[in-house]
Every structure is written in C-alpha cells, then in structure tokens.
C-alpha cells in the first residue's frame, strides 16, 4: 500500500498562485510515475498533470499549460503542482494519484493509489 496525503489548498483570488504537494509513505516513491487530478462541482474527476519517475517526462492537460508545473523530490517522497495565474474555473478537489505502470497517463483507471484531496477554490 501507498499513503498518499495532499496540502497546500485554499482560497486564493483569481491571479493568484497556490503550490500544492502530495507527501508519499509505504511504497518505493521513485518508482511510481504521479498525477494531479481535480474534479469542480457537478463534473466528472479530470487529468491535470503528470510526471514520470524520474522527473525526466511531464504532461499537462491543455487548458493548464504555461501556468501550472508538476515537479518531485524523490528523496522527500513528495510530488508538488505549483500553480500560477488561477482562474475560477481552476476551483475544484485536487487529488493526487501513483501508477507503477502507466499505459495511458491521462487516465484516473492507470493509477494505483489516491490521496483524499484538497480544496482549491479561487474567487473573481
């Protein structure tokens, strides 16, 4: 098993910046490729970002790119999302995610373990 324990959430107003982690226990962290997902009110949970384990390979879902950066330190077990000039439609739970494979790293199923999520919500 994987614990997966997100912080870093809040309210913030629009144009503003959060840095969200995701500290990992119980399993080899540099082994497992991470994820941030997020889900708003009313819609299905969607990607946000992924990295490999190496650090070497990301990903973001479109409508993020440019402001958002999925980075890690394997040897603080933590994944972080740091996220600048926050829109509101950006207002949502943010979970992060582990895959020891991924075959498609867009989607929720790859990914073996979850954190409980952190409230992002950002004001107009």
């Known amino acids: 098993q994987m614990q997966l324990v997100e912080s870093g959430g809040g309210l913030v107003q629009a144009g503003g910046s959060l840095r969200l982690s995701c500290a990992a226990s119980g399993r080899t962290f540099s082994t497992y490729a991470m994820a941030w997902f997020r889900q708003a009110p009313g819609k299905e949970r969607e990607f946000v970002a992924a990295i490999s384990w190496s650090g070497g390979s990301t990903y973001y879902v479109d409508s993020v790119k440019g402001r958002f950066t999925i980075s890690r330190d394997n040897a603080k077990n933590t994944v972080y999302l740091q996220m600048n000039s926050l829109k509101p439609e950006d207002t949502a739970v943010y979970y992060c995610?582990?895959?020891?494979?991924?075959?498609?790293?867009?989607?929720?199923?790859?990914?073996?373990?979850w954190g409980q999520g952190t409230q992002v919500t950002v004001s107009s």
């Open positions: 995610a582990a895959a020891l494979t991924v075959a498609r790293i867009q989607g929720e199923y790859e990914y073996d373990y």
